[in-house]
């Protein structure tokens, strides 16, 4: 499977800031995800990040609040904007290869807490 | 809607062995998957099934009715290493990956 690998693995933020997330694969994907998770909860995705386009948002989630840049087959942004405490969470990105089982490899995931 | 039910938490004791269950009630079916996740880690992947039958990867199992919209993970000679949450996932028609909210498996010595 992938290696993948997060930046920052950890953060802590003020209230009305901005935080940008690095999601980078050391090889080619065709699908990235990006998904968050509160303590004890189980994962929710945010959106799919496509190559060359603007990404999938799901039910509750915008592009003005988790802006996603995906520029190449192996490396993805997520931003978190004008964050509030209840942004505090887990942010894990995935990867998956359609054509196959689809199944997903995680990153070791970016803990934000904002105050 | 899309459903995917879990016991929220189950105990079982070292050397034992135990059954954790996920029915699922979704749009379409195109596969069934098995995560592991310790505190504070992320999930990774146990195990996968799309026809029915039983899987059997070492220590860890996973069966699958594709009827019943129903499967297991079964884990023997349970080890401390295992206490983690165990998520199971089920890809719709869509190809969208539903989440159960997960599986709290306390092993005690």
């Known amino acids: 499977s992938a290696v993948i690998s997060q930046k920052p693995s950890r953060d802590i933020c003020q209230r009305g800031t901005s935080l940008t997330i690095q999601c980078q694969v050391d090889?080619?994907?065709?699908?990235m995800f990006w998904y968050r998770q509160q303590p004890g909860q189980s994962l929710t995705l945010i959106a799919t990040?496509?190559?060359?386009?603007?990404?999938?948002?799901e039910s509750g989630f915008v592009i003005d609040k988790f802006p996603i840049s995906r520029p190449n087959l192996t490396f993805s942004t997520l931003t978190v904007s004008n964050m509030s405490p209840e942004d505090s969470s887990i942010y894990l990105c995935?990867?998956?290869?359609?054509?196959?089982?689809?199944?997903?490899?995680f990153g070791p995931g970016t803990r934000l807490t904002v105050l | 809607g899309q459903n995917i039910d879990q016991p929220t938490e189950m105990t079982a004791t070292e050397g034992a062995i135990v059954q954790i269950n996920c029915t699922y009630q979704?749009?379409?079916?195109?596969?069934l998957f098995w995560y592991q996740q310790h505190a504070g880690e992320a999930p990774t992947f146990l195990s996968y099934?799309?026809l029915d039958g039983l899987e059997e990867k070492g220590r860890f199992s996973s069966f699958l009715s594709r009827s019943k919209g129903y499967s297991y993970l079964l884990l023997k000679e349970l080890q401390m290493k295992d206490s983690a949450s165990y998520l199971c996932?089920?890809?719709?028609?869509?190809?969208?990956?539903?989440w159960g909210a997960g599986t709290k498996l306390i092993i005690k010595p």
């Open positions: 995935s990867v998956a290869d359609r054509g196959g089982t689809d199944t997903q490899y």
């Open positions: 090889s080619q994907v065709t699908m």
């Open positions: 990040a496509n190559q060359g386009s603007e990404a999938t948002y």
């Open positions: 979704t749009s379409g079916f195109n596969g």
């Open positions: 099934n799309v």
């Open positions: 996932a089920v890809l719709d028609s869509n190809y969208q990956l539903i």
